[in-house]
């Protein structure tokens, strides 16, 4: 660096990890050389964020600042051949996002020295990235602690002649979860056909939207469990857990271009029915204890439908009696999540080198994010279901639109036929 043979940015006691409304504190460090005259030493706080409608592009589309603050630490002047340090101090505002990076965007925080020179002369740069933490608390959420249910029926033919109902009705415990938590996830299934019925799988799903020029979705499929099908005139029910790795929280407010959704995905894959329950992902979790097994009950009852189809159906359907069954499930697949405790300051994040910080646990995110912390060690009981951990899972590579719909594929593939006859 010719006479500046170091200019750093060090941040009081090594912090990395902030909260709004917390002031950020540390120094400047210069080592010369040579004597140097230079007009002005000045530190820079920002934070902002921005999106982009390329993956991994740094060009950003859409822009918005949280907060610039300026500081001169040093006036117009000379140094002699030496070590220096300059003190600094910034109050973050109250309002300011989670920090958050991913494939289409990220909302980063950084303090930036300069060291600026005579004319002619170069100017010489640094700077220090930071994250902060502005806690999600699930217990602000309204009726948080209360079953999340949802329940639909469908009729769908089979045999050209023939019909037959499947009533789908899926519960989640909690509406909202921590790191760490378990999702217990109880499925009631009843076919009404002569028909046995395809795979059911229920799913762990992140969205991530990027408000840019156009809307950019980023699909993610955390977890993953799969259960057997449901024989014909069956009554199945399926019960089955998802830990929540680490993730992002699911709101980031003060961002208006990004925002982060979570939500319980069960499908039958034949025939084809879907349903999706909400969950919120927080920092601190529902002080309320679950409901007893036996609320629980009640609460999950499914659609109350007919017991025998409508008399114009029992020609087709061969209407049977229907039998209570246990569905056993077939596969349980989840992601990796890192490690706790893994920072530096070269790459970012590293596995040799661990470092304890303070307060609660420093965490790793699954998919697109950066460090955060979680309200407590993040431990979860696999005793009942032993997980396969297999490669991250992911819709597709770019998701820059919505899946098409079951419906809309048919109407598509319709139309293609129409088209070639």
């Not at 600042?65 to 340090?85: H, I, P, R």
């Not at 790191?179 to 499925?187: A, E, F, R, V, Y």
């Not at 025939?271 to 919120?280: C, K, R, T």
């Not at 499914?302 to 077939?330: F, N, R």
Request: aromatic residues 8%.
């Amino acid at each position: 660096m010719g006479k500046v043979q170091e200019l750093s940015v060090a941040l009081k006691d090594n912090k990395v990890v902030y909260s709004p409304g917390e002031f950020v504190t540390g120094e400047v460090r210069v080592k010369l050389s040579a004597h140097l005259n230079f007009k002005a030493l000045k530190v820079n706080c920002i934070g902002s964020c921005g999106v982009t409608n390329k993956a991994n592009d740094t060009v950003w589309q859409m822009e918005e600042q949280y907060f610039s603050s300026t500081l001169v630490v040093a006036e117009k002047g000379s140094l002699a051949a030496g070590e220096y340090t300059y003190p600094f101090q910034f109050l973050l505002p109250a309002t300011a996002p989670t920090s958050f990076e991913g494939l289409f965007g990220k909302i980063s925080y950084r303090v930036k020295a300069t060291l600026e020179t005579a004319r002619f002369s170069k100017d010489y740069k640094t700077e220090k990235m930071f994250y902060i933490l502005n806690l999600l608390n699930l217990n602000d959420i309204s009726d948080i602690e209360q079953p999340n249910v949802v329940s639909m029926t469908k009729k769908f033919s089979y045999l050209i002649v023939k019909s037959g109902i499947v009533a789908l009705t899926v519960s989640t415990n909690l509406k909202g979860y921590t790191s760490g938590q378990i999702i217990q996830l109880t499925t009631a299934i009843q076919n009404k056909s002569g028909k046995d019925m395809g795979t059911v799988v229920a799913s762990l799903i992140q969205k991530v939207t990027y408000k840019s020029k156009r809307l950019i979705y980023d699909l993610r499929t955390i977890a993953e469990v799969e259960g057997s099908g449901v024989k014909s005139w069956k009554h199945a029910e399926w019960k089955e857990q998802i830990i929540v790795p680490a993730l992002p929280q699911s709101s980031l407010h003060g961002c208006n271009l990004i925002q982060i959704d979570y939500f319980i995905q069960v499908s039958i894959r034949s025939p084809e029915v879907l349903v999706s329950l909400p969950i919120y992902i927080g920092n601190i979790a529902v002080n309320s204890p679950p409901l007893t097994p036996s609320r629980q009950s009640q609460a999950v009852q499914p659609t109350v439908i007919p017991t025998a189809p409508p008399a114009e159906d029992i020609g087709a359907t061969g209407y049977q009696p229907m039998d209570s069954i246990i569905l056993p499930t077939k596969s349980h697949s989840q992601q990796q999540t890192l490690s706790p405790h893994t920072y530096s300051q070269a790459s970012g994040f590293e596995s040799n080198t661990r470092e304890q910080l303070p307060g609660p646990m420093l965490c790793i995110s699954t998919g697109a994010t950066v460090p955060y912390y979680a309200d407590g060690p993040v431990v979860a009981d696999l005793s009942e279901n032993p997980l396969i951990l297999p490669p991250e899972y992911s819709s597709w590579a770019y998701p820059y639109d919505p899946p098409p719909t079951y419906e809309e594929s048919c109407s598509s593939a319709n139309s293609s036929m129409s088209a070639g006859q």
